[in-house]
């Protein structure tokens, strides 16, 4: 649910009363203030606004320098733009199995499936928890890999006292219009790394540094003015909208836990959660009876939602990439679901949802 005030809609009347509503080369004013705002914030050197988290995902990987032949690894237990961008560089999608209580991707899965074609692994930190960046560091810097970290659900997640991100070669950002801030549709990617901030600030804007004058194959991947004004007020109320997620979550699992049946979700030591996403598990649930619940949760007129349903590697098209052992992914997508933890969720909303839910698992 988005939060939009009035300080978003006078940011966009601003914006249309200069008339500069984009920029031939990618970054107009307000999209530099934009870039810098998110750059101090996460604390990177550089940051490259673009029009979703898609083409952030896609700039990153061609910056990266993957490209056909090349293997990614990445897991299957995500959004599906996070395998799309692979193939889009016609590079082989790798899919490994997940942690059962993260749900995010497993250290020693990634480095069972090194062999020497991988290129790059694209850790996603789902639902908006950090994903284990220290170990997936060490065995990156040992098999000489990039990596690009998914944080597109992860605004305001912090891993080891730092942002997410800290520990990438690239990492990210979705502002599509669900995320814990919003653009309506835009995207961002960070990094430290001059070389690819110079690369993804070229590939933005078709190959061009000037105009008329393309260096490389590139896109149209601008950042209007108007969705980098409306991202510069976000960025001021995300720590506000962030609280309120992590109080709607700490008071969910007071009223949740001790339930026999739910695996609740879980902060290990040194992450702290975005709450993007509050996912539960329906433990030796099975996918009829984790439906029925939702439906139910939906009768009483709760937004739960079951966030994937469908992993990847068994979608139509991407079953071409291989056969995947993936029993974990499989099960998760079998037995969750999550539940409203917005900004706008009262108290007394939680306690409701808390309620329904618990009568229901009667
Ligand atoms: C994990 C993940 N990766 C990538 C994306 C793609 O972002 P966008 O929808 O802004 O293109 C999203 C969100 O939609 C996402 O949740």
């Known amino acids: 649910m988005p939060q939009i005030g009035k300080e ?118 789902l639902y908006g928890l950090p994903c284990d960046m220290e170990r997936i560091r060490e065995i990156a810097d040992k098999h ?74 590139g896109h149209n991947y601008h950042m209007p003015e108007i969705q980098a004004a409306i991202g510069c007020v976000q960025l001021e109320k995300l720590p506000s909208f962030i609280a309120k997620r992590r109080e709607n979550a700490r008071r969910l699992t007071s009223r949740l836990k001790g339930v026999e049946r739910l695996q609740l979700p879980m902060e290990p030591e040194g992450s702290k959660h975005s709450w993007y996403l509050y996912t539960v598990r329906l433990k030796e649930g099975l996918r009829a009876e984790r439906d029925r619940i939702i439906e139910s949760l939906k009768d009483n007129g709760i937004g739960a939602e079951v966030y994937y349903s469908n992993p990847i590697h068994l979608m139509p098209y991407y079953k071409k990439f291989g056969e995947f052992r993936l029993p974990e992914t499989e099960k998760a997508s079998k037995q969750v679901f999550s539940l409203p933890v917005h900004p706008g969720v009262t108290e007394a909303q939680i306690d409701y949802i808390a309620d329904s839910l618990l009568q229901l698992l009667k």
């Open 144 to 217: 000489g890999l990039v990596i690009i970290e998914d944080a597109a659900q992860a605004h305001g997640a912090i891993y080891k006292g730092k942002h997410v991100g800290a520990f990438a070669d690239v990492t990210c950002w979705s502002f599509y219009a669900s995320k814990n801030m919003t653009t309506g549709e835009g995207g961002m990617v960070t990094t430290n790394n001059d070389e690819i901030a110079e690369k993804l600030r070229v590939l933005r804007s078709h190959g061009e540094k000037e105009k008329y004058t393309s260096l490389m194959l």
């Open 8 to 125: 978003e809609i006078e940011a966009v009347i601003k914006v249309m009363e200069t008339g500069v509503l984009t920029h031939a080369l990618g970054a107009g004013p307000m999209v530099q203030k934009f870039e810098k705002s998110f750059a101090d914030f996460v604390n990177a050197k550089h940051a490259v606004a673009v029009n979703t988290g898609t083409a952030a995902l896609h700039l990153a990987i061609t910056a990266a320098g993957v490209k056909e032949g090349d293997e990614v690894i990445l897991p299957s237990f995500t959004f599906v733009a996070t395998a799309e961008v692979v193939v889009m560089n016609r590079a082989k999608p790798v899919f490994v199995d997940i942690n059962p209580y993260t749900y995010n991707v497993s250290p020693e899965k990634i480095e069972a499936a090194i062999t020497e074609k991988t290129r790059a692994i694209i850790p996603v930190d």
